[in-house]
Structure formats: structure tokens, C-alpha cells
């Protein structure tokens, strides 16, 4: 029995040997090297931009809202302020368009320069929602002569023409003058009925029936 047993081992080995391999696994293979990813290649070209796109369609407007309180300097307005800040605005806008413009206090003296008739002086002023010219002080009185230009030294004051309505000591709206500055012998006393006022290059003021000759027109406001 044994000897079989040994012949058979026997036998195996040959044949192991004559297919030259064995079944028996190998002791393990020495480690590879490493592998090279390679460099990394330069980037490619933006490619061409695409066609715009199709143009978007407005929404329809929404409802008015209601009306909103006015502010001014970070507070509301009331409706009494509001129309005399637009009051304000509006005297502006008079001011930058005027040839002739002098402040003193919160007076504004304003011509463009215009000579006419005193009733046309009366109206020219109305009609812009001024009155013609009307000092108040000697300050007033001697800012409006320095208007005159080198040949015409005459200018309509808006004093009443009527004298039996205050002896021309009254304005068109019969409000008692509270400073006048009448030359000599003024206002005439020949003068019976009508006469219009006129402000001098000398600042002086005399009375005259003339009231068609052409002086220059100074609003105020």
C-alpha cells in the first residue's frame, strides 16, 4: 500500500514536470513603476458668441396709486406751505428771466428794460401778477435809480393818479404811501385831477399829466 501511495507521487511529479509548470502558486513579482498621466495640453478657443435672444414684451401698467403727501426737508407740507412754495417758484422763474433784477429784503425790483405809457407800466406788471414798482425806504428809492441808462433817467412809481383820492399820497390801491420822497414844489399843486408819479435819475419824485410819455417799466414782487 505504501508503495502505491509513492508511486503515485511519483507519477504526478513527472508529469509536473514534463508540462513544465507547477500548480503551486509562486512567490510574489518585484513593484512596477509608477505611470506618467503626461502634460496636460494648452486650452482651446472661446467658441463664437449666440444669437441674441428674443426681445421681452413689457407688462401692462398697474393702477394709480393714490395720491402721496408732499414732503419738504423730511416732513409733510401743508396745502397753505405747498402754495406758497409755488408762489415762490413761480416769483423765480420771473426773476432769472428778467434783464433787470435787484433783492433788498424780501422785495425783488424787475424790469426788462421797457418803456411805456403809465397805464401800460400798470398792466405790463398786472398781467405777470406783480405791481409796479413802489419804494418803501430810502434803500428801495435809490436801488430803483440805478437802473437809468445814459439818455433815459425816468421810471413810473405806483402811486394813485387820482388826486382827489389822497392828494397822490395814496398807491393804486389807495393804501397810504408810507415813505415818499417828493422833489421841490412836488407833488404839483396845479395839478387838479389826474397826474402819474415818476422817480427821477436824481431819486427825487414829481408828479406829471403827462401820463402817455414812455418811462421805464420796474415791477415788483
Known sequence: MYSMRMFLLFCVLCLMSSTGYSQLPGPPGPKGDPVNDGQHGAAGQLGPAGSP?????????GPAGP???AIFCGRGVSGQELET???SL???ELVVNYDFVRRVGQKYFVSYKKRES???AVEFCSQRG???ALPQNEEENNILSQFFGDV???AWINVNTNKAEGNFEADMKNRPLTFTKWGEGQPDKSIQYTGCTMLSENAFWRVTQECFLNAYIICQM
Open 67 to 69: 395720491p402721496g403727501s
Open 53 to 61: 435672444g428674443r426681445p421681452r414684451i413689457p407688462g401692462l401698467s
Open 130 to 132: 406783480l405791481e409796479l
Open 85 to 87: 412754495l409755488k408762489n
Open 90 to 92: 413761480a416769483k423765480l
Open 118 to 120: 403809465f397805464s401800460r
Open 152 to 154: 433815459y433817467k425816468t
